[in-house]
């Protein structure tokens, strides 16, 4: 089992920046993959970035050049930095871990308002 835990969301103006965190617990050893999602009203859940165990990372193309997705050195927290953001990028964010199973935390609210 794998636990997440999102922080980081909030209400920020246009062009402002908010950087996400999902802490990782339980068999994080188990996982090959982490990534960001989100959802926005009325919308489908899409993915926004992935990073690989190995380092590999891919973005959706309307955030490449704004956000970047890492993690720590122990592999037990990933980050998503997001800068330049619009109104469009305001969503619940979700993060992801992907193992034998596929793994989902609570979310956490991002909204981009003036």
């Known amino acids: 089992q794998v636990q997440l835990v999102e922080s980081g969301g909030g209400l920020v103006q246009p062009g402002g920046s908010l950087r996400l965190s999902c802490a990782a617990s339980?068999?994080?050893?188990?996982?090959?993959?982490m990534g960001w999602y989100r959802q926005a009203p009325g919308k489908q859940r899409e993915l926004v970035a992935t990073?690989?165990?190995?380092?590999?990372?891919n973005y959706v193309d309307s955030v490449k050049g704004r956000f970047t997705i890492s993690s720590n050195s122990a592999w037990n927290t990933v980050y998503l930095q997001m800068n330049s953001l619009k109104p469009e990028d305001t969503a619940v964010y979700y993060c992801n871990a992907v193992s034998r199973a596929v793994y989902w935390g609570q979310g956490t609210q991002v909204t981009v308002s003036s």
């Open positions: 339980g068999r994080i050893l188990s996982i090959h993959a």
């Open positions: 990073i690989s165990s190995g380092g590999r990372t």
